[in-house]
């Protein structure tokens, strides 16, 4: 069985703080995409990345495909309570999600 | 990109009934998915919906207990049978044109059996 384990499973910062959340599976994946989801919607697709190596940014969120691309991270910087939600990782094509991490930003 | 609405949002059900969810979305899509999330989880694929033929389901899902149809490239339906306490979760439905490209997320319903 493919897993995606992600880590921190729970975050809860300051507002203006950073902070990196990280995607790890044993298998190789052709490109992973990052998801946020807030309460009461389903998951909203923030970035696709498909290059080991790869570093996409979106705004104050940096991602980041491993080299062998079995694992990818987020980074957020200077976190805002707008941040606050679930983040999944995914598989792409796979359609396995990732264990998930739980994001508060306090204000 | 791709508007997608589930009926009924949330529902309180008893054990031992049947719920029907209904998934729409504004543009025929070339696939289908349910998902289903645990409060505060991740989410576990349930099943591919497979315009005009059976749905493909996931290792430990099976047609009995969550029959799926989907009668066109815009519609399908989830039921959930024979509730236990155990299903009460939410229940996503998801679109896609290709493999590769975005899935969009219908908002959920949220289910909770008694």
């Known amino acids: 069985t493919q897993l995606l384990e992600q880590s921190p499973q729970f975050l809860s910062i300051q507002e203006g703080e950073n902070l990196t959340v990280y995607c790890n599976s044993s298998?190789?994946?052709?490109?992973l995409q990052w998801y946020r989801q807030e309460p009461g919607e389903g998951p909203v697709l923030l970035v696709t990345?498909?290059?080991?190596?790869e570093v996409k940014k979106l705004k104050r969120l940096t991602f980041q495909f491993g080299d062998a691309r079995k694992d990818s991270s987020l980074h957020i910087t200077a976190a805002q309570p707008g941040d606050t939600g679930l983040y999944l990782c995914a598989g792409a094509g796979k359609y396995i999600f990732g264990t998930g991490t739980r994001l508060k930003v306090l204000a | 990109s791709a508007v997608i609405s589930q009926k009924p949002s949330r529902d309180i059900c008893q054990r031992g009934t049947s719920l029907t969810i209904q998934c729409q979305v504004d543009?025929?899509?070339?696939?289908m998915f349910w998902y289903r999330q645990q409060p505060g989880q991740s989410l576990t694929l349930i099943a591919t919906a497979n315009q005009g033929s059976e749905a493909t389901y996931e290792s430990g899902f099976v047609i009995d207990k969550f029959p799926i149809s989907r009668p066109n490239l815009t519609f399908s339906t989830l039921t959930v049978s024979n509730m236990s306490p155990e299903d009460s979760s939410i229940y996503l439905c998801s679109a896609q044109w290709t493999v590769q490209e975005t899935q969009y997320f219908g908002p959920g319903t949220r289910l909770l059996v008694l």
């Open positions: 298998s190789v994946f052709s490109s």
């Open positions: 543009s025929q899509v070339t696939m």
């Open positions: 990345v498909v290059t080991g190596g």
